[in-house]
């Protein structure tokens, strides 16, 4: 099998709901419509019979033989051109239309009539029960927005979303979906982004900030900047990775191939010497009927599909086969820290008062002028002291100092000044040289007018989840835990140590990452890269296998990785591991259980035991048990 829906291929399309709209919904109609008129001739015939008994027994003949020519010529053609072109996607073709062909010969009509009927229903039935992994990406595009609300000179227009340009300002109001990409430049709002992060919780968004495509703005009206077009935009890059995710090839598909080559020669075989032995045509037909491998054709594509669909719904976008191939056999995995293992974002981690200075009057002082600035470390203590709820002056007149820092001045003339070291000494503020020498990060001094207050220290943050997600992929089989940086080495070890990683290497370039990336992998090390796409893909391409983290508006994460998160939740790491691992079992108890059932199948069939029309039926039964099984990935609880 080439790739995961290799089960009757053009059937298989026919039936995606996206090709129901041309030539998929034609061919579905024209399978409808033979099915429909091969039972109008059966039920004719068999009425007839019963009504007129042995007169004209040619009428219900011709009955069936047409019956006969509308649905059970295509599978013989299938199955010849199968034959020629050793395409073993067509397996079941090859055997039932040698089937239909000795039922034709042995004059049983009614037979060479039903089985190609009740195997494409039953075929039919079987690819529907694992079409699920279409509902997510259909669910995707049904939330794409077509039209958008142009501005221009001031006026609104509703024009397609695909005729948007770059620079143009749309308005989204209440309970609309984003059509494009772009920046909020007037309004706030709550934005509804499940669709892309798998987040349940509304993002607020303001003046500055990313939307999206593919989301819905909840509950304000905001003007918005297009920054990428329709088609360029990172839900319709998604959608892309999903229609190609479902020609993902799983690599124990090989293994089926090998084996189908020697089974249709062993069920020719066994048939062959049923007819000899018992010189019973009927029996050789069941052996034929009975040995059709449907369960072989859905052994990994029914899981894998399954698994899609389980990983697309926890935002995990899996674009090739490595998701089964080498995710099982990780040992090794290696973390970026900024944006990866950290939020990218800093964060006030200490305070350090000096004298009597009390902190909450320290973090007061500096939000006091901090509340004007647009510097990370300012926006830090400003995020620190709204979220604990400390009080602060706000009658300041503020400047920002370049270079040094940001300083107001209080209606009383007192100046309060928050800045470098350097700044606050050049305006005559003494600072002890042994004050605060043990911290690590950014650390900004907090002084009203000569008088030091004491200082605040800023690191970038840990991830809730990072330590959590270190031990649940040791759990797994992560004998090696790595973090590449091109940070210093002190902050680095101090993150690790957070989090639980063994080794550091820090001050890395890019180039740097990939050559110690190649030092890691060798031959006896399958290495898992996890970085945020930009200055890691070299280390991406280069790992056994790589992961994105919130690939949401990152092309080069969505195409350098092997996998892509939409948020940044590191607990997927693990749970795509776990989910790789689930689905390599599955394929081998599917091939397992198909095998079997097949088997026992020929057996019964080879000693009369089953008749060729009840193994038109029963041959289904290892299809059928390989989907069920398969179906526990759906809905099986997840570890992680």
Partial sequence: MENINNMGQSSLQALSRDNLTNAGRRKLTKDIICGAATLACLAVGLIY??????????????????????????????????????????????????????????????????????????????????????DVIDGLKRMQQSTAVLLVD??????????????????????????????????????????????????????????YAGTVNLDGRIVVEVRKEYI??????????????????????????????YYIPFV????????????DVAQAIAVLVVSCPCG??????????????????RGVLIKNSKFIEELTEIDTVVFDKTGTVTKGELGLTDVIPFGDTAPEALIAAATSVAIASTHPVSRAAVAYALTNGLEYQKDLEIR????????????????????????????????????ATDVMGSISYVAVDQTLLGCLCFNDTVREDAARSVEALRELGAERTVILTG????????????????????????????????????????????????????????????????????????????????????????FV???????????????????????????????????????????NVGAFAVLINSSRILRGEQKY
């Fill in 154 to 211: 001031g006026e609104e227009q509703v024009v397609d979303a695909k005729t948007l340009k770059v620079g143009q300002q749309i308005v989204i109001k209440p309970g609309s979906g984003i059509p494009v990409d772009g920046v909020v430049i007037a309004g706030n709002t709550h934005v509804d982004q499940k669709s892309l992060t798998g987040e349940p919780q509304p993002a607020h968004v303001e003046v500055g900030e990313d939307v």
């Fill in 296 to 313: 072989q054709m859905l052994v990994s594509s029914a899981p894998m599909i399954a698994a899609l669909s389980v990983a697309t719904k």
């Fill in 487 to 574: 940070d210093r080495e002190e902050p680095a070890k101090l993150i690790a140590e957070k989090v639980g990683v063994d080794q550091v290497y820090a001050r890395l370039l890019p180039q740097d990452k990939l050559d110690r990336l190649r030092e890691l992998s060798d031959d006896e090390h399958a290495v898992l890269a996890v970085g945020d796409g930009i200055n890691d893909a070299l280390a991406l391409r280069e790992a056994d296998v790589g992961i994105a983290m919130g690939a949401m508006g990152s092309d080069l994460a969505i195409e350098s990785a092997d996998i892509a998160l939409m948020n940044n939740n590191l607990m997927n790491i693990p």
């Fill in 49 to 134: 019979t019963y009504v007129l008994g042995n007169a004209y027994p040619i009428v219900p003949q011709l009955l069936y033989f047409i019956g006969f020519l509308i649905e059970g010529i295509p599978v013989i053609i299938t199955g010849v051109k199968g034959i020629f072109t050793k395409n073993l996607t067509n397996a079941m073709e090859i055997l039932v239309g040698i089937a239909i062909i000795a039922c034709v010969f042995n004059q049983e009509l009614i037979l060479a009539l039903l089985i190609p009927l009740i195997l494409n229903v039953a075929h039919i039935l079987e690819e529907r029960s694992i079409m699920g992994g279409r």
């Fill in 400 to 435: 920002e100092v370049s270079g040094g820092g940001v300083e107001g001045t209080a209606p009383d003339g007192r100046v309060v000044r928050f800045g470098r070291r350097e700044w606050l000494e050049q305006n005559g503020c003494a600072v002890p040289t042994d004050f």
């Fill in 232 to 261: 360029d935009t990172s839900f319709s890059k998604i959608l892309q990775l999903l229609e190609n995710s479902e020609n993902i090839s799983a690599p124990e598909s090989r293994i089926l191939d090998r084996f189908l080559g």
């Fill in 577 to 619: 591991v776990e989910l790789a691992k689930k689905t390599r079992r599955t394929i081998y108890q599917n091939l397992a259980l198909s095998i079997g059932i097949s088997v026992v199948m020929i057996a019964l069939s080879a000693f009369g035991v089953i008749s060729s029309l009840a193994g038109s039926i029963l041959h």
């Fill in 268 to 279: 020719l075989g066994v048939a062959a010497v049923v007819a000899l032995i018992s010189r």
